[in-house]
C-alpha cells in the first residue's frame, strides 16, 4: 500500500523548533519529488516547501523561508521538515505529499499538528 | 507569492454543471501547464482530481473536467451529485522560487 505517515508535531512555544518527519512506503520513493503542505485549523491549504527527487531543486514559501529547511534521505525513504523561529501563525496540520507532476499531489499523509502557543 | 484568486462559494443542484474559476498571473497559471484541482471534504485529507490543466488520475470520475485560458483555469463538474459538496481547491507551479501555490478555495453546495 502506498503509504506516508508524518510525526514530530507538538505544542511548541514562540521561538521554538521542530523537526517533522514523514516515513514513505509502498513505492519508489526516489523517483518522486517531496511536499510539505500545511493548513491551519479552518483556513485554506497552503504550500510550505518542495525538494526534487535528488534534492537538486528545493523551494520554500515566503512565509517560512529563512525558518523551515526541507531535506530527504533516499535511502530511509523518508522526508523532514526542521522548523525553527516558530510563531502563532505557523500553527497548523503539517501534511507530508507526494509529487506526480509539478505541484500536483497524488498521495497525502495524514498530517501531523504543530501548534505554537506560550 | 500571492494565492491565486478562487470564488468563496459556488451551487448547484443535483444533476447541474458548475464551473469553478482560479486566476493566477502570467507567472503562475498564465506560464505553465501545471495547474492541479483538489478535493477535500470535512476532516480529511484533500485529493487530487485533475493535474496538468486536464489530466484526471486513475479512478477519478469523467464528471471532473478542467482547462486553461490566460491566467485563468477552471475546474468542471458535471452531473453534480450530492457527493461532490465539498471544498476545491486549484494549485500551481510557479516561475519564482517559491515554486508552487494554493488557491484561496471554493465551497461547492449541492442545493
Known amino acids: 500500500e502506498v503509504q506516508l505517515v508524518e510525526s514530530g508535531g507538538g505544542v511548541v512555544r514562540p521561538g521554538g523548533s521542530l523537526r517533522l518527519s514523514c516515513a514513505a512506503s509502498?513505492?519508489?520513493?526516489?523517483?518522486?519529488?517531496m511536499n510539505w503542505v500545511r493548513q491551519a485549523p479552518g483556513k485554506g491549504l497552503e504550500w510550505v516547501s518542495g525538494?526534487?527527487?535528488?534534492?537538486?531543486?528545493?523551494g520554500y514559501a515566503d512565509s517560512v523561508k529563512g525558518r523551515f529547511t526541507i531535506s530527504r534521505d533516499n535511502a530511509k525513504k523518508s522526508l523532514y521538515l526542521q522548523v525553527n523561529s516558530l510563531r502563532a501563525e505557523d500553527t497548523a496540520l503539517y501534511y507530508c505529499?507526494?509529487?506526480?507532476?509539478?505541484?500536483?499531489?497524488?498521495?497525502w499523509g495524514q498530517g501531523t499538528m504543530v501548534t505554537v502557543s506560550s | 507569492q500571492s494565492a491565486l484568486t478562487q470564488p468563496a462559494s459556488v451551487s448547484g443542484s443535483p444533476g447541474q454543471s458548475i464551473t469553478i474559476s482560479c486566476t493566477g498571473t502570467?507567472?503562475?497559471?498564465?506560464?505553465?501547464?501545471?495547474v492541479s484541482w483538489y478535493q477535500q471534504h470535512p476532516g480529511k485529507a484533500p485529493k487530487l482530481v485533475i493535474y496538468d490543466v486536464s489530466n484526471r488520475p486513475s479512478g477519478v470520475s469523467t464528471r471532473f473536467s478542467g482547462s486553461k485560458s490566460g491566467n485563468t483555469a477552471s475546474l468542471t463538474i458535471s452531473s453534480l451529485q450530492g457527493e461532490d459538496e465539498a471544498d476545491y481547491y486549484c494549485s500551481s507551479y510557479t516561475t519564482s522560487s517559491t515554486l508552487g501555490v494554493f488557491g484561496t478555495g471554493t465551497k461547492v453546495t449541492v442545493l
Open positions: 505529499v507526494r509529487d506526480v507532476s509539478y505541484i500536483a499531489f497524488d498521495i
Open positions: 525538494i526534487s527527487w535528488n534534492g537538486g531543486t528545493i
Open positions: 509502498g513505492f519508489k520513493f526516489d523517483n518522486h519529488g
Open positions: 502570467s507567472s503562475d497559471v498564465g506560464y505553465y501547464n501545471y
